[in-house]
């Protein structure tokens, strides 16, 4: 049982390149989200999920897509990366109220 | 829209002493309400939650919170810290009806020897 599985771990892009960030969970959950962590700032909700084919916009949506076509899977693209995205990424997946978070992806964007 | 406030983004204590995270949430329902803990380079950990049974709520490396509806509050204790305790700790609230998750800015404990 892997949980919640999100790669890579670390990325860097250069300004105007796009990218997908990659989540997996096993755990059978129809609530997954993304979080950008800064600092000083929490984590921030970027898009969720509560069932495939169904998602919606969280706190800090801007520059970034999502689509989650299969239960397992909840993908976030960057349509063309910025230097203010340049944060930690969080996945996480829930269920009955506890949210399970992925390892993170550390992303620079120069 | 609910919310929470961590007041503290720093604490620092003693090892043995007494450790008190500040959480307070605004929710126009009753909320369900966690705490987080993040160790350097990790994701983040469960440690306690309350969803309405019991008010003093015990988590796992025996800290504990208790939510007081009179002050909108949820604070995060533990009677002793250890040096394992250091860590980022974040407050968080879901409504009822989702699992949307809205996190505190946190606040990151230093425990010295």
């Known amino acids: 049982n892997a949980g919640v599985t999100q790669t890579p771990k670390f990325q860097v892009l250069k300004t105007g390149q796009s990218m997908t960030l990659q989540c997996a969970q096993d755990?059978?959950?129809?609530?997954m989200s993304w979080y950008r962590q800064d600092p000083g700032m929490g984590l921030r909700l970027i898009h969720y999920s509560v069932g495939a084919g169904i998602t919606d916009q969280g706190e800090v949506p801007n520059g970034y897509n999502v689509s989650r076509s299969t239960t397992e899977d909840f993908p976030l693209r960057l349509l063309s990366a910025a230097p203010s995205q340049t944060s930690v990424y969080f996945c996480?997946?829930?269920?009955?109220?506890?949210?399970?978070f992925g390892q993170g992806t550390r992303l620079t964007v120069v | 829209a609910q919310s929470v406030t961590q007041l503290g983004s720093h604490v620092s204590v003693s090892e043995g002493a007494l450790v008190l995270l500040r959480c307070n949430y605004s929710s126009s329902v009753p909320p369900y309400l966690f705490w987080y803990v993040q160790y350097p380079n990790q994701g983040l950990q469960l440690l306690l939650k309350y969803t309405s049974a019991a008010t003093l709520v015990k988590g796992i490396n025996g800290f504990e919170a208790e939510f007081k509806k009179s002050e909108t509050s949820f604070h995060l204790t533990k009677p002793s810290a250890h040096m394992s305790d250091a860590a980022e700790y974040f407050c968080a609230v879901s409504d009822r009806d989702t699992d949307k998750l809205i996190f505190g800015t946190g606040t990151r404990l230093q425990v010295f020897p």
């Open positions: 755990m059978n959950h129809e609530y």
């Open positions: 996480a997946s829930t269920g009955y109220t506890e949210a399970f």
